[in-house]
């Protein structure tokens, strides 16, 4: 059984720039939640997708965005990027309301 | 809203010692309440999880944690450390729907 696997490890992105951050659920599982975590930060959620369409949102700007694909992987988009989106951003997948399983991470820095 | 809140940030303690980590949580619903590790540069692992019923709930790695509905408590404990329990340690409440809120976490560190 495949576990959840994010891409790519790390990025470098100047203020401004738009990106885009992958996640491959795991086998049998139809819901990805993103979160961000900020150094020394516990993770604070962005949102979640169920079935290609969003299921709950925490306080981020329009700015993030996302996308849930016929097979339940998944992207998040941030656009007009600023310093403070600087973080640790991890995937995790489950079945709805069930455990969340999370990805390595995609560590995200902006100069 | 849902909060977390882990009242230690560091915890220092030597090879073969006891351990708490300690989490209150504030809820007026239903609540699951979830331990996570986080090794350095890696995303988080599931220790154990508490949905309903026995009040005990053990996990990987010789961790326990007791869910304490009177003190809206959830502490993590492990009877004997080891130097690989270095780490990380979130606690997070979950709602139905599964958006996890988490601490702000504690740091063990396992001295020899």
């Known amino acids: ?111 | 809203a849902q909060s977390v809140t882990q009242l230690d940030s560091q915890v220092p303690v030597f090879e073969e010692a006891p351990v708490e980590l300690r989490c209150n949580y504030s809820s007026s619903v239903s609540v699951y309440l979830f331990w996570y590790v986080q090794y350095p540069n890696q995303g988080l692992q599931l220790l154990l999880k508490y949905l309903s019923g026995s009040t005990l709930v053990k996990g990987i790695n010789g961790f326990e944690a007791e869910f304490n509905k009177s003190q809206t408590s959830f502490h993590l404990r492990k009877p004997s450390v080891h130097i690989s329990d270095t780490a990380e340690y979130f606690c997070a409440g979950g709602t139905s729907y599964g958006k996890l809120t988490f601490g702000q976490g504690t740091i063990l560190t396992v001295h020899p």
């Open chain 1, 1 to 111: 059984e495949t576990g959840v696997t994010q891409s790519p490890t790390h990025l470098i992105k100047t203020r401004g720039q738009q990106v885009t951050l992958r996640c491959s659920s795991q086998s049998g599982h139809n819901t990805v939640s993103w979160y961000q975590q900020a150094l020394g930060q516990g993770p604070q959620f962005i949102f979640q997708y169920y079935r290609e369409e969003e299921n709950g949102r925490g306080n981020f700007p329009p700015r993030f965005s996302g996308l849930q694909f016929p097979n339940y992987s998944s992207e998040l988009n941030v656009n007009a990027l600023e310093l403070d989106d600087s973080a640790l951003y991890l995937c995790a997948s489950s079945s709805l309301a069930d455990t969340q399983y999370f990805g390595p991470g995609t560590r995200l820095t902006v100069l």
